[in-house]
């Protein structure tokens, strides 16, 4: 069963900007409110990389290539997370997806967006 959707993906310009979605449709309020939510993204013929982690506290890490240009944030009341990147470069262009850690390390995925970013 789908534990994490992710949205939001697509093809722009460099320099443009998108917003990402991450739900988490089976969660009840209290349990996504105690839940780490990081993004990753998987470049074409690379291995998975770390973009941004916001923890259940809302404490914040960005991957260095990301800073200033990325904002992460969460919802639980809509049991939501975000990521809107603003100045995408081609480097960007990856599958990104979202997790959801929980207390005991237990973590669940989705299956990922797609962005491309056009020179």
């Known amino acids: 069963q789908v534990q994490l959707v992710e949205s939001g993906g697509g093809s722009v310009q460099a320099g443009g900007s998108l917003r990402l979605s991450c739900k988490a449709p089976?969660?009840?309020?209290?349990?996504?409110?105690?839940?780490?939510m990081p993004w990753y993204r998987q470049p074409p013929g690379k291995e998975r990389e770390f973009v941004a982690n916001?923890?259940?506290?809302?404490?914040?890490k960005y991957a260095d290539s990301v800073k200033g240009r990325f904002t992460i944030s969460r919802d639980n009341s809509q049991k939501k997370v975000y990521l809107q990147m603003n100045s995408l470069k081609p480097e960007d262009t990856a599958i990104y997806f979202c997790?959801?850690?929980?207390?005991?390390?237990?973590?669940?995925g989705g299956q990922g967006t797609q962005v491309t970013v056009d020179p």
């Open positions: 916001i923890k259940s506290d809302r404490s914040i």
């Open positions: 089976r969660n009840i309020f209290s349990v996504f409110s105690i839940t780490d």
């Open positions: 997790n959801q850690v929980y207390p005991d390390a237990r973590t669940y």
